[in-house]
Nanobody, 125 residues
C-alpha cells in the first residue's frame, strides 16, 4: 500500500518557477515508478513526467520537456517536479502517481495504482 501527499502548488506569473513535492508512505516505495499527471478545467488528465524505480529511467511529455525536471529521493520517499518557465497553459491540478508500469508506458496510462489528492498550479499571464 502506498499513500501519496502532494505539496508546493500555488499561483505564479508566467515565466516563473514552482517545485512540487510528493511524499509517499509505504514500505514498497522503491518498487514503483513515480510520476506526475495534470488536469486542466474541461480537459482530460494528461501525463507530465515519470521517474522509474532503480535504473528505470525518466520520461517527459513533449509539452514540458526542457522546462520541467522530475527527481526522486528514495531515502525520503519523495518525488519532486521542478517547473521552470511556466506558461498559462500549465495551469492545472497536478497529481502525483505511483504505478509499476515502465515509464515509457506512462503517457498512455489511464489508470494507475495510486493517486495523490492533487495540488493546484495557476500560472497568470
Amino acid at each position: 500500500q502506498v499513500q501519496l501527499v502532494e505539496s508546493g502548488g500555488g499561483l505564479v506569473q508566467a515565466g516563473g518557477s514552482l517545485r512540487l513535492s510528493c511524499a509517499a508512505s509505504g514500505r514498497t516505495f522503491t518498487s514503483y515508478a513515480m510520476g506526475w499527471f495534470r488536469q486542466a478545467p474541461g480537459k482530460e488528465r494528461e501525463f507530465v513526467a515519470a521517474f522509474g524505480w532503480v535504473g528505470g529511467g525518466i520520461y517527459y511529455a513533449d509539452s514540458v520537456k526542457g522546462r520541467f525536471t522530475i527527481s526522486r529521493n528514495n531515502a525520503k520517499n519523495t518525488v519532486y517536479l521542478q517547473m521552470t518557465n511556466l506558461k498559462p497553459e500549465d495551469t492545472a491540478v497536478y497529481y502525483c502517481a505511483a504505478d509499476r508500469a515502465v515509464v515509457a508506458a506512462w503517457s498512455t496510462l489511464k489508470h494507475v495504482d495510486y493517486w495523490g489528492q492533487g495540488t493546484q498550479v495557476t500560472v497568470s499571464s
